[in-house]
Nanobody, 117 residues
């Protein structure tokens, strides 16, 4: 069964850190670009970061630059999002996505990140 499973979310205080994981089952992620999105209450889902197939190129939304790091380990079929110096505004449901031209797009079901004191 093809699926993406996110993990690593939780409750953390402002200034804290979390590391999210996204693991693929039923297919190999190596040909796909991979993405982290988040959805906060009342807002549309937004792109947070993306990484190319080999991990050689990464892109971040301005709000998370210098705080978040996206990475991947194709041998483990997994992508990561290391989040440091978390802010209340980072609270949301974080989703992973994989995409490649000509192939289906896959989404995970999300992992909740809550930043609160």
């Amino acid at each position: 069964q093809v699926r993406l499973v996110e993990s690593g979310g939780g409750l953390v205080q402002p200034g804290g850190s979390l590391r999210l994981s996204c693991t693929a089952f039923g297919f190999a992620v190596s040909p796909y670009n991979m993405y982290w999105y988040r959805q906060t209450p009342g807002n549309d889902r937004e792109l947070v970061a993306e990484i190319t197939t080999s991990g050689g190129r990464t892109i971040y939304v301005d709000a998370v630059k210098d705080r978040f790091t996206i990475s991947r380990d194709n041998s483990k079929n997994t992508m990561y999002l290391s989040m440091n110096n978390l802010e209340v505004e980072d609270t949301g449901l974080y989703y992973c996505k994989v995409a490649k031209t000509g192939r289906p797009v896959y989404w995970g079901e999300g992992t909740q990140v809550t930043v609160s004191s």
